[in-house]
Structure formats: structure tokens, C-alpha cells
């Protein structure tokens, strides 16, 4: 009797063993990202350099989550260092919106009321596009000649110069780079060409097209 009693009391203890080992063994099970979002999430997609930040913002500097290198990082890169992504900003020099366009920039690509631009985060999103495509236009030929080489310790890359034409035009840029980096330029905050390069190298923006004259 107690035999048979130890028989019953060990085969549902060895059957519970058995099936801890299997799940804990199981290495085939995938995360499906698919149920997971980050709408409506406040994110901050770039950090500054050392050398724009004080030492009292370093501590107070908020965690910011990597979105990928690609247009969309890019873009959002750009726009963060621009104007912490705020569409409705205006700065002390007349900079609008986002990606603080200048208001003879906005003409160029057919937008002639600034304060319609700066309550239309579609039409923002489109100038920057349009004038992405147009500087890729204008530093075509420089982008295929510079990108990979060196400046000033600084790699070149096509994102790299698309930015620093964003900050300060594409004729500063060329002059820049087949001056070897002699001709600097430095817009009204002190922010040089050669940190645009920096800072914003390495996105794949292979997707952007290089149009001579994209207006809306």
C-alpha cells in the first residue's frame, strides 16, 4: 500500500519537472511588436554637442529614445536641434516653425504667407521636403565628389551636408567644402557648418530626390 501510494504522489511531481524544462528551453518564441506604439508619446530625437550645453542643462537633459537613421531620424534630428520640434516657434532673428525657415527660403519654394506656414504643420513638413530636394539638387555634384573623404577630422556624408545646408544654404556649403573647409561659415548663434556636418552624419537619405526647382 505505501508503495503504490509513493507511486501516485512521484508521477504528477516528474510530469510538472518535465514541463518547467520544456517551457524554459523553448528559445523560438518571438515578441509581437505589432500591439506596441509610441502615439502620443513626448519624444527627443538628437542630444547636443558638448559644447552647446552647459553644465547645469547636461543634468537636467531628458533621455531620448533612438528612431532610426534613415529620412524619418533625419528629419526629426534636424527639427529637435532646430527648435525642440515646435511648429509654432519664431526666433529672435524671424525663423519660423519646425525647421526655422527663413522667409526669402519659404519664396523660393512658392510660400509666401509666414503666418499660414507657421499654423500649418503639414505645409512644414512639405517646405522641408521640397527644400531638401532643392539643396540635394544644387550640392549634387558635391555630394558625389566629397562624400567619404575628410574635413577639418570631420567625415563627410551626404545627410551630413544636406543639414548643413538646411542651417546655412547650399552655396555656403560648397564653398565650404572645396575650400577644404577654409571658407567657414557661422550662422547668427555661432552654429558652424562643420558641426552640422558632425552632428547630423551618417542618415540614409538615399530617398530624398534631387529636384532643380520643387515649388508647391
Known amino acids: 500500500m505505501v508503495r503504490n501510494l509513493a507511486k501516485f504522489t512521484v508521477l504528477p511531481f516528474m510530469i510538472g519537472l518535465l514541463s518547467l524544462v520544456n517551457f524554459n528551453s523553448d528559445t523560438t518564441t518571438t515578441l509581437d511588436v505589432s500591439k506596441y506604439s509610441t502615439k502620443g508619446l513626448e519624444l527627443y530625437y538628437d542630444v547636443p554637442l558638448p559644447e552647446e550645453v552647459s553644465n547645469t542643462e547636461v543634468w537636467s537633459y531628458k533621455p531620448i529614445p533612438f528612431i532610426g537613421d534613415r529620412y524619418l531620424g533625419f528629419k526629426e534630428a534636424l527639427a529637435f536641434k532646430e527648435s525642440r520640434g515646435n511648429y509654432g516657434i ?127
Do not use: C
Request: proline share 3%; aromatic share 12%.
Open 90 to 216: 519664431v526666433n529672435t532673428f524671424g525663423y519660423l516653425g519646425k525647421y526655422q525657415f527663413g522667409k526669402s527660403t519659404l519664396e523660393l519654394i512658392g510660400i509666401y504667407t509666414p503666418n499660414q506656414f507657421l499654423h500649418n504643420p503639414v505645409l512644414q513638413e512639405q517646405a522641408f521636403m521640397l527644400n531638401t530636394s532643392r539643396n540635394k539638387w544644387v550640392l549634387r555634384k558635391d555630394i558625389d565628389r566629397y562624400e567619404g573623404k575628410y574635413i577639418s577630422g570631420v567625415h563627410i556624408t551626404e545627410s551630413g551636408i544636406l543639414a548643413a545646408a538646411h542651417l546655412a544654404g547650399p552655396g555656403s556649403v560648397k564653398s565650404f567644402l572645396r575650400s577644404g573647409g577654409a571658407n567657414q561659415f557661422k550662422d547668427s548663434f555661432g552654429t558652424s557648418i562643420l558641426s552640422y556636418l558632425k552632428k547630423f552624419s551618417g542618415y540614409d537619405v538615399s530617398m530624398v530626390e534631387a529636384i532643380k526647382n520643387p515649388r508647391l
